[in-house]
T-cell receptor
């Protein structure tokens, strides 16, 4: 299988709680990305990593959001003190080594519902 | 700033009829354009990209720099084409894909 595995697939949490999503790349890659998708919208870029270095962060990534990639393997996205506006699909994606430049593959996503 | 516009949120087409999903873009560099598709309960998948100039599942898309468009076309729609379609853009040297809001295509049997 090509791409990424994400966990959990669905998460329901109470407002104010912290949540963490995990992304495990399956295929060899040189970039790892996080995107967010809200209902009726296309995915929006949040941040990306090259190995363990976080190289760019969107303004969408408020202080309550933090992404990490220890040792350049799996990545986590943590949201602290969740708000109802955080309800969305959180997508992890990778750019494959050897693939055509700029070919980005997405995982199945993690649905977050904040109640 | 880069922006992708998909003017149709919903599009219904009869099976066997031609399909055209519209995409217009604005950019400030050297853009590369993509179409992604999401079938029901499946992940977002790359359908095609303008630099490949290929046809995937009967779909083609031509980059028109004069009109800043990248419309997706298929001459004869099939029921399995029903899905959500997203047009996306990336600028050379940039790592950020910018997506449109998507068009939900429904093929009527």
């Amino acid at each position: 299988d090509t791409g990424v595995s994400q966990d959990p697939r669905h998460k329901i949490t109470k407002r104010g709680q912290n949540v963490t999503f995990r992304c495990d790349p399956i295929s060899e890659h040189n970039r790892l990305y996080w995107y967010r998708q809200t209902l009726g919208q296309g995915p929006e870029f949040l941040t990306y990593f090259q190995n363990e270095a976080q190289l760019e962060k969107s303004r969408l990534l408020s202080d309550r959001f933090s992404a990490e990639r220890p040792k350049g393997s799996f990545s986590t996205l943590e949201i602290q003190r969740t708000e109802q506006g955080d309800s969305a699909m959180y997508l992890c994606a990778i750019k494959l080594i050897g693939a055509l430049a700029n070919t980005i593959y997405f995982g199945e996503g993690s649905w977050l519902t904040v109640v | 700033a880069q922006r992708v516009t998909q003017p149709e949120k919903l599009l219904s087409v009869f099976k066997g009829a031609p399909v055209e999903l519209k995409c217009n873009y604005s950019y400030s560099g050297s853009p590369e354009l993509f179409w992604y598709v999401q079938y029901s309960r499946q992940r977002l998948q790359l359908l095609l990209r303008h630099i490949s100039r290929e046809s995937i599942k009967g779909f083609t898309a031509d980059l028109n720099k004069g009109e800043t468009s990248f419309h997706l076309k298929k001459p004869f729609a099939q029921e399995e084409d029903s899905a959500m379609y997203y047009c996306a853009l990336i600028n050379f040297g940039n790592e950020k894909l910018t997506f449109g809001t998507g068009t939900r295509l429904t093929i009527i049997p």
